[in-house]
């Protein structure tokens, strides 16, 4: 089974060689939040506004009356924490479309829909 690290850098693989089709992919932009940090730089950038849950993926542009999509990334087994669940709801309700993400297909699946005719499902908790 893939960590949620590997569904991720697949995703990023994935979105890079299909700015081709999609040029707005080039958008799409990593929030390091988690991982372990030394705990001087966890206050660096704590101080500097790091908030815990934020979703692990931006992509700022806008469609089907969104301001922009939010992907939180899980493994297939993953499970969204509290603050996560908080984020998600409050992004959604600030007009973003904010979604839990269970691996790479997951969010491919997610970005097309978004990015193409379809109406996208807001479906950002579990």
């Given at each position: 089974?893939?960590?949620?690290?590997?569904?991720?850098?697949?995703?990023?693989?994935?979105?890079?060689?299909?700015?081709?089709?999609?040029?707005e992919?080039?958008?799409?932009?990593?929030?390091?939040?988690?991982?372990?940090?030394?705990?001087?730089?966890?206050?660096?950038?704590?101080?500097e506004?790091l908030?815990?849950?934020?979703p692990?993926?931006?992509?700022?542009?806008?469609?089907?009356?969104?301001?922009?999509?939010y992907?939180?990334?899980?493994?297939?087994?993953?499970r969204?924490?509290?603050?996560?669940?908080?984020?998600?709801?409050?992004?959604?309700?600030?007009?973003?479309?904010?979604?839990?993400?269970k691996?790479?297909?997951?969010?491919?699946?997610v970005?097309?829909?978004?990015?193409?005719?379809?109406?996208?499902?807001?479906?950002?908790?579990?």
């Open positions: 089974m893939l960590t949620e690290h590997q569904e991720q850098a697949m995703l990023i693989t994935w979105a890079r060689h299909t700015e081709s089709h999609w040029p992919l080039a958008l799409l932009h990593a929030i390091p939040n988690g991982g372990w940090r030394h705990k001087a730089t966890a206050g660096r950038l704590k101080a506004g908030k815990r849950g934020v692990d993926l931006c992509l700022p542009v806008a469609r089907h009356g969104y301001h922009g999509l992907l939180e990334m899980k493994s297939k087994k993953g969204l924490r509290p603050e996560q669940k908080w984020w998600l709801v409050r992004l959604n309700g600030q007009g973003y479309l904010a979604v839990v993400c691996g790479f297909a997951s969010a491919v699946d970005i097309t829909e978004y990015l193409g005719a379809v109406e996208p499902d807001e479906t950002g908790t579990e």
